[in-house]
């Protein structure tokens, strides 16, 4: 196998990748799992755009890695030569508007009619971050182009080819309560679980039916050691963890003498925030 580059962000965009736990979440592999990862599986359960399922493959190289591509994110990938076509058309339509300020009218809709006539593979996610005022997801291409104001925020480059992002990861695509019983007694496949933040927006996900408090209760019931779970503070998992526990609530013995690690997020110099790195071996 070539080597691999190792990214530290997802190629594309994609709201909510954990590229800010990167460096803990390798801490906590290196701990719990012993050199190349020789005879061990890690699932990345909520893959998203699989940075979690890169890194994994990065530290553990033997290990069999499994991206839950839930998203359809490997094909916005192996679609990168058609979404830059698209950006230099958009590009050049809006180059003469100042950046982040909203498109003239005039300008508006001749990218909507390049969105229309593009003749391949529109990437409906990276046109909003071109596009939509900070963080709005489109729910289709319908929505994209209809239902928004759009603003000069277009990229300057092309994306780099992800050519070997997901070399040696294997992907496959399936609701959490299907893939995760596939898994209940092998004490060698590491769960890595980042689910949507229950009380969060959650629009940017493809799929996503809202992923609320019944959803979150039905995934703790396939939850079993090793894993490692990104909670947010704002969820109360690690109340909720400790209400199992203290109470010896249903398969307690699960998460009894949990570990984690604070990880200070820090968005820019006036914005941080606080969220846990869970996990059990
Ligand atoms: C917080 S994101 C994961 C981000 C990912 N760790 C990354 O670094 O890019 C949660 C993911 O769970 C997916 N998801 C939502 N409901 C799901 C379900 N029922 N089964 C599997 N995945 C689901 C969402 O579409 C989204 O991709």
Known sequence: MDAIKHYTQAPLPFIGQKR????????????CIADDGDGWTIVDVFGGSGLLAHTAKCSKPQAHIIYNDFDGYAIRLQNIKYTNHLRKIIFDLTQHVPRNHKLPENVK?????????????????????WLLFSGQQPTD????????TYFN??????YPSADSYLNGVEVVSKPYHKLLPEFQNNSKVLLVLDPPYVCTAQGAYHKAGYFGMVEFLK??????PPFIFFS???SEFLDYLDLVIGYKLDGWERFAGYRKINVQV???????YEDNLVYKF
């Open 266 to 272: 820090c968005l820019n110099k006036n914005a941080h």
């Open 20 to 31: 800010r736990f990167l460096t803990d979440f390798k801490t906590i592999l290196n701990q």
């Open 232 to 234: 947010s503070t704002r």
């Open 219 to 224: 995934l703790m019931r396939l939850v079993r």
């Open 109 to 129: 809709n001749q990218v909507q009619a390049a969105l229309k006539s593009f003749d391949g593979f529109v990437d409906i996610h990276s046109v909003a971050s």
């Open 141 to 148: 291409f319908h929505d994209l182009i209809f239902n928004h």
């Open 153 to 158: 925020n277009v990229r300057l480059s092309d």
